[in-house]
Nanobody, 120 residues
């Protein structure tokens, strides 16, 4: 059984930074991704990192501003978010999958989400 628990969300002004964490219990050698969902919108892919951390894929909307990393010894995945914009406001979800992809259906396990609000 795999459980994912996100933390680190909050309220920040535009231009600010936040770091999200996703603590993983159980098997850790999954590809790990972050998705986000704003009110009234579909869940949106943000970034994925491979099980070893050697590969990443970012959505164009966050490229150059967000950085994903993982520490398998600590069973934790991080999302460093810089230069935040009001349009980054959403609930951010951590997800795990054996497969590689950018669509929610690829992912087998999900966290409960953490709210990120960026004020203008």
């Amino acid at each position: 059984q795999v459980q994912l628990v996100e933390s680190g969300g909050g309220l920040v002004q535009a231009g600010g930074s936040l770091r999200l964490s996703c603590a993983v219990s159980g098997r850790t050698f999954y590809n790990m991704a972050w998705f986000r969902q704003a009110p009234g919108k579909e869940r949106e892919f943000v970034v994925v990192i491979s099980s070893t951390g050697s590969m990443t894929n970012y959505a164009d909307s966050v490229k150059g501003r967000f950085t994903i990393s993982r520490n398998n010894a600590k069973n934790t995945v991080y999302l460093q978010m810089n230069s935040l914009k009001p349009e980054d406001t959403a609930v951010y979800y951590c997800a795990a999958a054996f497969k590689w992809g950018i669509y929610p259906y690829v992912y087998d396990y999900w966290g409960q989400g953490t709210q990120v609000t960026v004020s203008s």
